[in-house]
């Protein structure tokens, strides 16, 4: 956006009353939804940085085909939110490239009989890569259709064997002032950790993402490993994650921390239930529709009905 703001200066999310957090326009930057790219040069950045990027193989899985159009790679790799290296939608497309993405290791531990640490390639190798195109759509009022590489969570779940006290999954992503800008930025007490229900982990929907478009994941996106949750907020599909632990209680999430009042712990897709400080009814694709297009509905679960019987007998107004 064209506002400029101080950048690192505010004060910790837990510091600061409801109230003020409401005047605090940080945060109220999460909520603005942006315009696609003018003409900066990224998307072009982004096309040279694709063709040197290693390929990775999958099988396209035709359950899993969202009968939309893929979003322009060039949209999808710089129109991103990934707060570690910075605020505004073109930050991670300018920044990220100071990421390291191997060696890397993943630690899975916690309420599991097996815990495991394993070196990315190992955890890639751990099931069948599969393409998926899923929407992908954020809590600001914007979405993306991405062919999306991966395997099911539940693969990586089997191998650790969950504990029958295990009930929640915490996902911590990579904390490192020393390749992340954005860190310097109190917006989010760091590291950036999200959470999921076990049995929402376990969905056959639920992707474990090491690449998308054919290739590995550019970093912007999360590289080198994230989630894709698709029927919750883009902002519960975690990027470059470093630790998952399997747990007893509900994970204390970032975005549930910073503003708990805005950002609920399930944070499903529901166009019935309007962020306090705008409404979640529409939303607008990128790439597609302009500011002056009418904006699509938001569909329940973002369009993924089949979650529906993971929230039975839930009231989702009540647990947003
Ligand atoms: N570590 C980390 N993961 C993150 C974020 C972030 O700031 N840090 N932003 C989230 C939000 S708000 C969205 S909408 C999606 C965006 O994913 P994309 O850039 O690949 O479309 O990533 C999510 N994962
Ligand atoms: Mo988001």
């Known amino acids: 956006m064209l506002i400029r703001i101080p950048r690192f200066d505010e004060p910790l999310p837990s510091e600061i009353t409801p109230r003020e957090r409401l005047a605090s326009r940080r ?3 999460h909520g603005m939804a942006a315009g696609t790219l003018a003409a900066t040069g990224l998307a072009d950045a982004a096309l040279a940085d694709a063709a040197q990027r290693p390929r990775l193989p999958a099988q396209r899985n035709a359950k899993y085909i969202a009968p939309d159009k893929p ?3 060039g949209d999808a790799t710089t129109y991103n939110n990934f707060y570690e290296f910075g605020l505004e939608k073109d930050d991670p497309a300018a920044h990220a490239g ?3 993405t191997r060696p890397w290791t993943v630690r899975i531990d916690g309420e599991v009989k097996k815990p495991l640490t394993l070196d990315i390639d190992a955890l890639q190798k751990l099931a069948p890569m599969e393409e998926r195109l899923y929407r992908l759509r954020c809590v600001e009022g914007w979405s993306m259709a991405i062919p999306w590489i991966g395997f099911p969570f539940a693969e990586l779940a089997k191998k650790v064997e969950p504990a029958g006290n295990a009930k929640f999954v915490e996902f911590t992503t990579l904390a490192d002032r020393a390749q992340m800008p954005g860190l310097a930025s109190r917006v989010l007490d760091w590291p950036y950790v999200e959470g999921l229900r076990l049995d ?4 056959p929907l639920t992707l474990l993402t090491f690449g998308m478009y054919g290739q590995l994941l550019p970093n912007q996106n999360g590289a080198p490993v994230r989630l894709v949750v698709p029927w919750k907020y883009g902002f519960k599909s975690a990027k470059s994650i470093v630790r998952i632990r399997f747990t007893e209680t509900q994970p204390a999430t970032a975005w549930n921390r910073a503003a708990p ?3 609920g712990f399930f944070s499903n897709v529901n166009p019935e ?4 400080r705008w409404s979640q009814a529409t939303e607008r694709r990128i790439g597609e529709d302009g500011f002056f297009t009418r904006k699509r509905k938001t569909q329940m679960f973002n369009g993924y009905p089949e979650v529906a019987s993971l929230y039975a007998g839930m009231d989702l107004k009540k647990f947003f």
Request: aromatic residues 16%; charged residues 25%.
């Open 27 to 29: 945060l109220f930057l």
């Open 71 to 73: 979003t322009a790679y």
């Open 98 to 100: 100071t990421l390291k």
């Open 200 to 203: 929402e982990a376990n969905h």
């Open 261 to 263: 009042d805005e950002y």
């Open 273 to 276: 239930v309007d962020h306090p």
